[in-house]
């Protein structure tokens, strides 16, 4: 899975992480818009990782076609 966080932004009162991020997964073209709670990412690093791993939960929710 290959993606760039296109859009951040931290939210300090709710101490949550607001992204959009664009990439490649099996071949097929994603965009995910979305949030995450957790401490501010202090690096574009950091905020990749969080991103990456709130992807990785959202890719692993089923489908509505059940897949």
Excluded: D
């Excluded at 959009?20 to 202090?42: D, I, L, Q």
Aim: charged share 20%; proline share 3%; glycine share 4%.
């Amino acid at each position: 899975m290959q993606f760039t966080v296109t859009w951040a932004r931290y939210s300090q009162q709710w101490q949550r992480l607001e992204f959009a991020a664009s990439g490649e997964r099996n071949g097929a073209r994603f965009t995910v818009v979305t949030h995450v709670k957790c401490r501010e990412p202090k690096t574009a690093e950091n905020t990749h990782l969080v991103a990456m791993m709130r992807i990785i939960e959202v890719f692993k929710l089923p489908s509505a076609s059940g897949r």
